[in-house]
């Protein structure tokens, strides 16, 4: 079956308004992020979806996308993936720490618990191999029959895509020391088998025999050893973010990102042909600056719609999720606490604050300060021109964004309260209430916009007379019609799937731009 979008398999989906003209900037994402490769029994290509929570076949020859593990399924953030000698897809749930065997007639079957931060997974016939990507990592040896895991080695600098050598042994990256080592699969002392390796995410071997280096980096560094010799060969292919690679029986290579998503056969040479277009992961956060270029928060990147339909990777950047243009740069908000400020003419970032529960939406007060709505804490927050953090009012159930008027009044949005506040000298005043889930916020004039998620629309509040009206609806946003999912808690230093956040901005000549989440793109309403 084609898959025209992540959000909605039959492709008809289209926001509806009377007020506004509404257009896609890019087309819908029919991936929606992309770790683990690996082809299946019926010569598929499997693709493990961390951000989603879904695992998808793809027809390498025809592009067709297929949902092979859903959303509610009990896997919750698959990362990598591998298939048994007896057909079994093996899962390596990441965030909660669980291994999964899901049978050839669908069933599920917790293979393990005891695996922190599980990512890197290979089977070797009947035997199943994991790493872990953390500090001080172990590479294990599970047993799906029963019986306590085999640790082979520990010591790991973030472990992740692993595979058997044509040598027998195991070989496996050391992502955070840019190094990768082997170790044979029944135990033994670990061997460095290349240091100086860049950013190394993934160790595949091609047909014959040569091992393949994908890199993490903004890039898509792609180094081939040539274990005989030492010899190495590097090329730049620039698929950003780069996650892992699967070889078809023609020597083909098919990799994924774990950035932008999607599926591309690459080249030895680098070059490259789009199975499955690469897209959106979100996007969240969203904001157009002063010439019109539309950036998008997009979890681990910087990243827009390129006027063509197709979505570049400005910058890799660590769980962007709000954003805010100011003249030439950039603010930016992340899901571990920070606020940054940064230049994407000079590609500089500078710390603005550290340590904030939850960060998400952000906006430029009359003064030049930033003020920044702290979700998880409950709290509005301001950073003035020295980096100094006070707080504009606490006690709020679940702030998500924030906006100013004219007046230089800031309003808030809370998804959780479904209200939308503004803040009366440190006071919250209640402007609407009743709204389904509000999450991005702009006002224009008189006009107050947010996205009401749970009712999927677009809601117009006045600020003179508190009339509120319905401006569009059908809106791509949220989890898909029918799901509801909690993303589990991360293990400690291991950042959860993003939370969900449609962003909402102001476009120099007074449009509207919308973060559709739900399938991969931005809106424009005009």
């Not at 993936?81 to 390596?92: E, H, N, P, Q, T």
């Not at 023609?250 to 490259?272: F, I, L, P, Q």
Request: with cysteine; hydrophobic share 40%; proline share 7%.
């Amino acid at each position: 079956m084609t898959r025209p979008s992540r959000y909605d398999e039959t492709g008809q989906w289209q926001a509806t308004s009377r007020r506004w003209d509404t257009a896609r900037l890019n087309p819908p994402n029919r991936l929606w992020g992309s770790n683990g490769v690996t082809f299946g029994p019926d010569g598929r290509l499997y693709v493990a979806q961390f951000i989603a929570g879904q695992i998808s076949a793809v027809d390498p020859v025809s592009g067709d996308v297929e949902v092979v593990v859903a959303l509610d399924s009990p896997v919750e953030a698959p990362d990598d993936l591998a298939f048994g000698a007896d057909g079994s897809m093996y899962i390596a749930d990441l965030t909660p720490g669980r291994v999964w065997r899901r049978d050839p007639s669908g069933a599920y079957t917790l293979v393990s618990d005891a695996v922190r931060v599980p990512n890197g997974i290979t089977c070797v016939g009947d035997r199943l191999f994991v790493n872990e990507m953390r500090g001080n990592g172990r590479l294990m040896e599970l047993f799906p029959d029963g019986g306590d895991p085999v640790v082979l080695t520990d010591g790991l600098a973030w472990g992740n895509a692993m595979q058997l050598g044509p040598d027998g042994f195991l070989y496996y990256p050391h992502m955070m020391a840019n190094e990768v080592w082997r170790i044979p699969p029944d135990g033994g002392v670990p061997e460095l088998v290349a240091k100086d390796v860049h950013d190394p995410v993934a160790v595949r071997f091609d047909r014959g025999g040569v091992l393949v280096v994908l890199s993490r980096g903004q890039a898509g560094i792609v180094t081939r050893i040539d274990l005989a010799t030492g010899v190495r060969t590097v090329v730049t292919t620039g698929v950003a973010g780069l996650d892992n690679a699967a070889f078809d029986a023609e020597n083909r290579m098919y990799v994924s990102s774990y950035a932008s998503g999607g599926v591309t056969e690459m080249h030895a040479d680098g070059r490259t042909r789009e199975i499955v277009r690469r897209g959106f992961d979100g996007p969240f956060g969203v904001t157009v600056d002063l010439g019109g270029t539309v950036y998008a928060a997009d979890h681990f990147s910087l990243a827009g719609p390129d006027g063509s339909g197709a979505v570049t990777t400005h910058e890799l950047l660590p769980f962007v999720h709000g954003v805010t243009a100011d003249g030439p740069v950039l603010h930016l908000t992340t899901q571990i606490g920070e606020v940054r400020t940064y230049d994407p003419v000079r590609k500089t970032s500078r710390v603005r604050a550290t340590g904030l529960t939850g960060p998400t939406g952000i906006a430029i007060a009359p003064d030049g300060s930033l003020v920044v709505a702290e979700t998880g804490a409950g709290r509005i927050v301001r950073i003035d021109s020295s980096d100094t953090v006070s707080v504009l009012v606490e006690g709020l159930d679940h702030p998500v964004d924030v906006a100013f008027d004219d007046e230089g009044r800031c309003h808030a949005s809370d998804d959780h309260a479904g209200a939308v506040l503004r803040l009366d000298d440190g006071v919250p005043v209640t402007v609407a209430d009743g709204l389904g889930a509000p999450q991005g916020l702009v006002i224009r004039g008189d006009e107050l916009f947010t996205v009401e998620v749970a009712h999927r629309r677009l809601r117009t509040i006045s600020l003179t007379t508190g009339e509120t009206r319905v401006d569009a609806e059908n809106l791509a946003v949220g989890l898909p019609p029918g799901i509801t999912r909690t993303t589990p808690p991360p293990p400690p230093g291991i950042p959860a799937p993003p939370r969900q956040f449609a962003g909402l901005a102001l476009t120099p000549d007074g449009a509207l731009v919308l973060s559709a989440n739900g399938e991969g793109t931005v809106l424009r309403l005009s």
